[in-house]
């Protein structure tokens, strides 16, 4: 379900950027377009930031008890990584002074820049630091913490495997 939103989040952005592109020459209208996919952006990914805070929250319920299954609590940690690339990229688009290192390599697009913040993603929620992307930031710092602290409060129990 996390990657269907977020799919369907990143779509609809590139492609109100696309037709802001194509049918506005003038720039305050330009503005008001990407203004629109933030706010999109920004309504979409907050109502995803409660629903994996709210499950995540049942999840390691479960796993306290053992009741948890492997797949469930891989599709958490999972859906935790798609989250925070979908919140570093609205973050990024708000704020893109906030990161060093983010357009290295000419981002043209919104599928673009989420991939590259799916991989920053991916190696903060692995504790691998193989991104070269550094949020620079106090505020998204405290949205790395956040993942990270997601990320590991649910390991899965000694008795389960993934």
Same mark, same amino acid.
Request: aromatic content about 10%; overall charge positive; hydrophobic content about 50%.
């Given at each position: 379900?996390?990657?269907?939103? %977020?799919?369907?989040?990143? /779509?609809?952005?590139?492609?109100?950027?696309?037709?802001? @592109?194509?049918? #506005?020459?003038?720039?305050? @209208?330009?503005?008001?377009?990407?203004?629109?996919?933030?706010?999109?952006?920004?309504?979409?990914?907050?109502?995803?930031?409660?629903?994996?805070?709210?499950?995540? #929250? @049942?999840?390691? @319920?479960?796993?306290?008890?053992?009741? $948890?299954?492997?797949?469930?609590? /891989?599709?958490?940690?999972?859906?935790?990584?798609? *989250? &925070? $690339?979908?919140?570093?990229?609205?973050?990024?688009?708000?704020? +893109?002074?906030? !990161?060093?290192?983010?357009?290295?390599?000419?981002?043209?697009? +919104?599928? *673009?820049? &989420?991939?590259?913040?799916?991989? &920053?993603?991916?190696?903060? /929620?692995?504790?691998?630091?193989?991104?070269?992307?550094?949020?620079?930031? !106090?505020?998204?710092?405290? &949205?790395?913490?956040?993942?990270?602290?997601?990320?590991?409060?649910? +390991? +899965?129990?000694?008795? %389960?495997?993934?």
């Amino acid at each position: 379900m996390t990657f269907l939103g %977020q799919t369907i989040c990143i /779509a609809l952005i590139a492609g109100i950027e696309e037709l802001g @592109k194509k049918s #506005f020459a003038n720039s305050t @209208k330009r503005a008001d377009i990407e203004l629109t996919g933030n706010i999109l952006l920004t309504t979409l990914q907050a109502a995803h930031l409660f629903l994996v805070l709210f499950v995540s #929250f @049942k999840v390691a @319920k479960q796993v306290v008890h053992r009741t $948890a299954s492997g797949s469930l609590v /891989a599709q958490s940690y999972l859906s935790t990584v798609l *989250l &925070f $690339a979908g919140l570093y990229t609205l973050i990024y688009r708000l704020d +893109p002074e906030g !990161w060093k290192r983010v357009s290295e390599g000419n981002i043209s697009s +919104p599928i *673009l820049l &989420f991939l590259r913040m799916l991989f &920053f993603s991916v190696s903060t /929620a692995t504790l691998c630091g193989t991104s070269v992307i550094e949020p620079i930031q !106090w505020y998204i710092n405290l &949205f790395v913490g956040l993942q990270v602290l997601l990320s590991h409060l649910l +390991p +899965p129990s000694p008795s %389960q495997s993934i």
